[in-house]
T-cell receptor, first 113, second 112 residues
Framework: DGGITQSPKYLFRKEGQNVTLSCEQN?????MYWYRQDPGQGLRLIYY???????QKGDIAEGYSVSREKKESFPLTVTSAQKNPTAFYLC????????????FGDGTRLSIL | ELKVEQNPLFLSMQEGKNYTIYCNYS?????LYWYRQDPGKSLESLFV?????AVKQEGRLMASLDTKARLSTLHITAAVHDLSATYFC????????????FGKGTHLIIQP
C-alpha cells in the first residue's frame, strides 16, 4: 500500500545532541513537508520541499535542518540549537496540486532526557 | 502573515445534536482543507474546498467555504460518539505545493 513512513515512533534526545527523524514516501509525490505539533496546538510548518535538491524554510525553521537527495526521502535533523525540541513531528507529502490534500505519516514523538 | 482562527477550541455535545465549527483566515486564499486527528494519531483528510460557495458532505459532516468572508464552516448533523476527535482547518497562501497554515484545532467530545 502507498503511504508515508516515519521512524522512529519515539525518540529521546540528550542535551547537546543532534537527532534525525526519518520520513519516506512511496506515493510518488514531488512535495514533502515537516510540521511540529505541540500539545493543544495546531501544526506549524518547519521546512518543505517541492522538488528534489531544493527546500524552503517554513515558519519555525530555526534549530532544524533538512535534505532532499531523493524523491522518496525527506529527513529532518533537530540540532542542539533547538532549545525546546519536545513535540510531535509530522511528515507529509502531496502531489502539489491545489485539489489534492497533503497526506500525513504517523508521526515521531521527540522528548528530552 | 496568514492567520487561521478556529472556534470554538473545545466543544462538548450530546449525541443527536447539531453543531458548527468556524474557521476564519486573514488573507485571501482559494483553498481550504479540513482534517481530523484522533488522540496520539496522525491527520486524516476530510475535505478540500477550492472555490467560493463550495459545499462538500461526507456522512454527518458538511463543510462550506465563503472566500469573500474568509470563512469556512464544518457542520455536524445528529452527532455520534465516533465523531469525537480534534478537527483542524488549514489554508495555503500560494501555489499547490506550498505548506499549510493550521488553526489550533477544535477538540470535540460527543457524549452519549
Amino acid at each position: 500500500d502507498g503511504g508515508i513512513t516515519q521512524s522512529p515512533k519515539y525518540l529521546f534526545r540528550k542535551e547537546g545532541q543532534n537527532v534525525t527523524l526519518s520520513c519516506e514516501q512511496n506515493l510518488n509525490h514531488d512535495a514533502m513537508y515537516w510540521y511540529r505539533q505541540d500539545p493543544g496546538q495546531g501544526l506549524r510548518l518547519i521546512y518543505y520541499s517541492q522538488i528534489v535538491n531544493d527546500f524552503q524554510k517554513g515558519d519555525i525553521a530555526e534549530g532544524y535542518s533538512v535534505s532532499r537527495e531523493k524523491k522518496e526521502s525527506f529527513p529532518l535533523t533537530v540540532t542542539s540549537a533547538q532549545k525546546n525540541p519536545t513535540a510531535f513531528y509530522l511528515c507529509a507529502s502531496s502531489a502539489g496540486q491545489r485539489n489534492q490534500p497533503q497526506h500525513f505519516g504517523d508521526g515521531t514523538r521527540l522528548s528530552i532526557l | 502573515e496568514l492567520k487561521v482562527e478556529q472556534n470554538p477550541l473545545f466543544l462538548s455535545m450530546q449525541e443527536g445534536k447539531n453543531y458548527t465549527i468556524y474557521c476564519n483566515y486573514s488573507t485571501t486564499s482559494d483553498r481550504l482543507y479540513w482534517y481530523r486527528q484522533d488522540p496520539g494519531k496522525s491527520l486524516e483528510s476530510l475535505f478540500v474546498l477550492l472555490s467560493n460557495g463550495a459545499v462538500k458532505q461526507e456522512g454527518r459532516l458538511m463543510a462550506s467555504l465563503d472566500t469573500k468572508a474568509r470563512l469556512s464552516t464544518l457542520h455536524i448533523t445528529a452527532a455520534v460518539h465516533d465523531l469525537s476527535a480534534t478537527y483542524f482547518c488549514a489554508v495555503s497562501l500560494w501555489g499547490g505545493a506550498d505548506g499549510l497554515t493550521f488553526g489550533k484545532g477544535t477538540h470535540l467530545i460527543i457524549q452519549p
